[in-house]
């Protein structure tokens, strides 16, 4: 039984190998005028792979039973998400906690783990929340570009406040 276990273990530190070299945790923001604080706050675990090495990918989704995938038309890749907040806390954030990333995206895995955990206490849903998830969300993926500022959000957030 042992070479069924290191089998296990072996997928498991390939798979958290392949995401430290080409997956993205990252934390976005849309606005969503219907959502208490005018903003909806989108978790995400992505992976893309060129068409022709995709395997991967479908690896991914049969190992942790969650996530979709989808194509990337323009730049012919497909990319494998997973973005439902419970499927990242009961599947994907317990793998990375055992097999955890060996590069400094591991920084950003921890700043979106934390944000997971305070989505799960509905701290994104109350303007003292929100405040506290938005700075550590740009922290993660500083080379990435975002399409509103700290400030900006802040400050619609503060004007959509429904009582």
């Known amino acids: 039984m042992p070479a069924l276990s290191n089998a296990k273990r072996r997928i498991n530190e390939y798979l958290s190998g392949f995401v430290d070299g080409e997956g993205c945790f990252s934390i976005s923001f849309s606005k969503r005028s219907k959502f208490i604080i005018g903003w909806e706050t989108k978790p995400s675990l992505s992976v893309s792979q060129n068409r022709d090495r995709a395997e991967v990918l479908f690896l991914m989704q049969k190992h942790w039973k969650c996530g979709f995938l989808r194509d990337g038309v323009i730049d012919n890749t497909i990319k494998f998400e997973v973005r439902r907040l419970d499927d990242l806390i009961n599947k994907i954030i317990p ?16 700043l979106f783990r934390k944000i997971c955990f305070m989505m799960k206490d509905g701290k994104h849903t109350t303007i003292n929340g929100f405040r506290k998830i938005i700075p550590l969300a740009f922290r993660m993926n500083a080379s990435g570009r975002r399409k509103y500022s700290q400030k900006d959000i802040m400050k619609f957030a503060r004007s959509q406040m429904k009582v």
Do not use: T
Request: without cysteine; aromatic residues 18%.
């Open 95 to 110: 793998h990375f906690d055992l097999y955890p990333l060996l590069s400094s995206k591991n920084n950003d895995y921890k």
